[in-house]
């Protein structure tokens, strides 16, 4: 009766708990990822994009810090002035004291620029373009954040094959050593041959403690790169399967021209440098001003008027600025934009070449890939049927443990061969993708 009263408090705490302090729950299982869902929940989630996309809100605040240029300013300002003495004036021979020895001013401005030589309108296209910048930025971060997370995904079901062939190993070298040990008690073989055995195995079993923790390492770097925690539990979906991309290379590097965002950012920052010249020229023209004030004055600091002050009053101007004159530095202003938008041409020649040795690496890449897949697999094959008989030959003792061993370290090799030839596979078309500016 006591255990069953236990059982429904614990019941009861437990609902309790996932209700208020939902933490206090049962542990969330294992999540399975595919590779596009992978893809997709770092979109969404990693830190290093989202500081990212705060570029495209500071562009867009630095562009509307330039549309308040072209719009009236208004000021305002207070200042107090004592004479040394009051101000004289002669009417009809007599002098006459005028003014007062304190004098307090108050006066509200509003300035309007009406010509700049085109600063204004340069430095709003300059901001526009920014935002163009930070919004390719972005995606440049979006391209190599996917080729990130599918290496971590590809690094993870390499680590698994791993695992898995050090396993088999593990098992087929132990089982060996066991045969081994039997042949030993019988006096079959010498001492020799059955620390050989036990040698090996014991290899193996380092190599597979070895490769679980690289597994375990691999899911903490996807989980990393996933914004998730370091040490949860997640598994990703094995991609054996491949099948072969349809496209040549001219219509991979059609397409890379096309979409790779490093070409845009440079074709924006040529945009740019052609608003930093005009920008720049603008300083041969003059600036024209308007100008209206509104002003208090007084010999109190109530601004309210006073011996030969008027109490409010207001004026307008229009006022014309040109230095026409500074040894050339607009001139050479010009130039080093010029210089610049030179360096921006030749940069991106450099880009285009890169990018075309870029898709180039990654198609014979695949082919290769491609090509040893059917080989390193049936070389595994050939491999475990050469262990077979090797085994069988060992314990009807017409062959040595050292033709055993041999035979699990060729398959073993081969084993490694293969799933290293579909990582190289996955990896080369996710690096064919990242180049044509895709994920």
Known sequence: MKVKTWLIWGGVFYILSTIFFPGLGLAEGKKIYTLNEAVKEALANNWQLKAKEEKISQATYVKNQARAEFLPKLSTSYGYA?????????????????????NYEWRGTITQPIFTGFALISSYRLAELGINQSDLEVELEKLDLALKVKK??????TADMAVETAQKAFEALESHAEVARNFYKVGMIPINDLLQSEVEAGNAKHNLIKAQNDARL???????VLSRPVSAEVDVVDIKVHESLAGDFQEYLEKALNNRPEIKIIETNLLQTDQKIIYTESQNYPEVAFRWDYIKEGDTPSVSGGSGLEGSNWEASVGLTWTFWEWGKT?????????????????????????????????????TAEANIPITAKAVEQGEENLRVSQERYKAQ???????????????????????????????TA?????MGEY
Request: charged letters at 20%; hydrophobic letters at 35%.
């Open 82 to 102: 004592r004479y040394g003495s009051l101000r004289t004036s002669e009417i009809q021979g007599n002098k006459y004291e005028i003014g007062s020895l304190n």
């Open 152 to 157: 971590a995904y590809f690094n993870i079901l």
């Open 218 to 224: 691999a899911r903490a770097s996807f989980n990393a």
């Open 331 to 367: 001139y050479y202003g010009v130039k080093q934009q010029e210089s610049v938008k030179n360096e921006l041409l030749k940069t991106k020649m450099e880009l285009q070449e890169n990018i075309e040795l870029q898709i180039k690496d990654a198609v014979l890449n695949i082919q």
């Open 398 to 428: 017409v062959t040595t443990s050292t033709e055993v061993l041999d035979s699990q370290r060729y398959l073993t090799s081969a084993r490694v061969f293969h799933f290293n030839a579909l990582f190289q596979y996955h990896l080369a």
């Open 431 to 435: 690096n064919l993708q990242r180049a």
